[in-house]
């Protein structure tokens, strides 16, 4: 599939710059592990001790509480892909590729994989990523790893709520589609990616 970089006009429909100064978020992100699969951690203490942190609270989220973690590790197929009813910031010491579909692109729980697409992200820039975008766990570049972090208001990604009654459903916040060969469908996510599981080798 075709690359794009975030900074083409392709990604205005997915997301857009999140500026703030993550230097220090970085540095300590740098020092994570980063694991031969993948890894998420949505919440860790000395990020959220962090300047930029309250920063993105008052003028990215308006005031909402949020958390900082990390997605780590080695990957290159999509599997998944999930979407919360807010925006993510995603920003790494690593470049990453992020596959990103849209939410209006769901019929009654399915997505076609072919709708998706592949945007590059350098090392060091931060982008939002709307709450209508899919996404999941980024691919790593050459056969790297990737380390990012994962900005999101605070209690996502965390158990799923009693009583829920829509299949998608799978946390608090956290909408998953999982592909019928992805091991996330094997746990009993809803498997509703049609088409390719798509890969970065292909």
């Known amino acids: 599939m075709k690359i794009y970089s975030v900074f083409d006009e392709e990604f205005k429909d997915y997301g857009r710059p999140a500026k703030a100064d993550y230097s220090k978020l970085l540095e300590l ?7 031969e699969g993948v890894v998420y951690r949505p919440s860790i203490k000395e990020f959220e001790e962090l300047e930029v942190k309250r920063f993105l609270e008052i003028n990215m989220y308006g005031g909402m509480p949020i958390q ?3 997605c780590n590790g080695h990957n290159c197929t999509l599997n998944a892909l999930e979407y919360h009813k807010s925006s993510e910031i995603n920003v790494g010491p ?3 590729i992020l596959v990103l579909g849209k939410m209006q692109d769901i019929v009654e ?5 072919s709708k998706a697409k592949a945007f590059l992200l350098p ?3 931060a982008v ?6 899919l996404h999941y766990a980024p691919w790593g570049v050459d056969g790297k790893g990737f380390q990012i972090a994962i900005i999101l208001p605070k209690g996502t990604n965390y158990e799923k709520p009693e ?15 999982a592909h019928p060969d992805s091991n996330e469908a094997k746990n009993g996510a809803f498997p509703g990616l049609k088409g390719e599981n ?3 080798n292909k």
């Open 123 to 125: 090392a060091g820039f």
């Open 68 to 70: 900082v973690g990390y």
């Open 29 to 35: 992100l740098k020092q994570t592990e980063c694991p």
């Open 128 to 133: 939002e990523i709307y709450a209508t975008t």
């Open 94 to 96: 690593t470049d990453c």
């Open 198 to 200: 798509l890969t970065l």
């Open 109 to 113: 729980g399915t997505y076609d994989t």
């Open 163 to 177: 009583g829920a009654e829509c299949p998608l459903l799978w946390g608090s916040n956290k909408w998953l589609i």
